[in-house]
């Protein structure tokens, strides 16, 4: 390898961690759940990428949190670590999770131009959340 090869190695590996990378390759919680108490999938209109977020609620918590979508490394390992950060939660009507606590998750330099690709799933995330509130679902527990 020659040194303009290790530096742009070097490059990739500070912008895309370890975190970020295993994320993509293995992303947890992908895939659709039968019945969804919500739902919502939103897309980059800079790409066309597309996230979709599906909850499962039960006594008030998060009980399940998939994804489906097409997107790059980016999207996808947030969308993967957000159904990480939000199984269990409570759910209520503000933010369950801020846009500095996913990117922290991502432990990766993310570049303003890229930010979008980051915090798509957390629109997607609140978007359900949102439409779970609208839909009465928080009065039934
Ligand atoms: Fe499309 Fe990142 S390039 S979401």
């Given at each position: 390898?020659?040194?303009?090869?290790?530096?742009a190695t070097d490059r990739r590996q500070t912008l895309y961690s370890d975190t970020l990378l295993d994320h993509f390759r293995n992303p947890?919680?992908?895939?659709?759940?039968?019945?969804?108490?919500?739902?919502?999938?939103?897309?980059?209109?800079?790409?066309?990428?597309?996230?979709?977020?599906?909850?499962?609620?039960?006594?008030?918590?998060?009980?399940?949190?998939?994804?489906?979508?097409?997107?790059?490394?980016?999207?996808?390992?947030?969308?993967?670590?957000?159904?990480?950060?939000?199984?269990?939660?409570?759910?209520?009507?503000?933010?369950?999770?801020?846009?500095?606590?996913?990117?922290?998750?991502?432990?990766?330099?993310?570049?303003?131009?890229?930010?979008?690709?980051?915090?798509?799933?957390?629109?997607?995330?609140?978007?359900?959340?949102?439409?779970?509130?609208?839909?009465?679902?928080?009065?039934?527990?």
């Amino acid at each position: 390898m020659d040194n303009e090869s290790e530096n742009a190695t070097d490059r990739r590996q500070t912008l895309y961690s370890d975190t970020l990378l295993d994320h993509f390759r293995n992303p947890r919680n992908y895939g659709s759940l039968p019945f969804p108490d919500t739902a919502y999938e939103e897309f980059n209109p800079l790409c066309g990428d597309r996230i979709r977020i599906e909850l499962k609620i039960s006594h008030n918590r998060i009980a399940a949190a998939r994804f489906v979508g097409d997107g790059c490394a980016i999207s996808i390992a947030a969308a993967s670590l957000l159904t990480e950060l939000v199984l269990d939660a409570e759910i209520a009507p503000g933010d369950l999770v801020s846009d500095e606590e996913l990117l922290a998750s991502l432990k990766s330099d993310i570049k303003p131009s890229r930010m979008k690709c980051a915090l798509l799933p957390l629109e997607a995330f609140r978007s359900c959340v949102k439409l779970y509130f609208q839909s009465g679902g928080g009065k039934s527990v």
